[in-house]
């Protein structure tokens, strides 16, 4: 859950599909999801920017290496 809003509040570059402890999400919450983050140009630009900075130096070599450059996002 805090995934979720660290994405979607603190970086906005996603969107909150559901409440926490409301159950899971169905599929028409993910499509409408989907297209609400698809359709706003300045989400998918904040993204862009954001996988510009996290793989500067290429695709990570492993999800640990890429946990630790997200992190060291917020320690700069």
Known sequence: WQNAILV???LR???VLAVRGK???NKKQ???GLEKVMGDGETRSR???LKKTI???GF???SST???AFIDLFQT
């Open 66 to 68: 890429s946990i630790d």
């Open 13 to 15: 570059v996603g969107a």
């Open 30 to 32: 993910v499509v409408d």
């Open 8 to 10: 979607a509040e603190h």
């Open 47 to 49: 993204a862009a920017d």
């Open 23 to 25: 159950g899971a999400v």
């Open 60 to 62: 990570p070599a492993s």
């Open 55 to 57: 793989f500067s130096s």
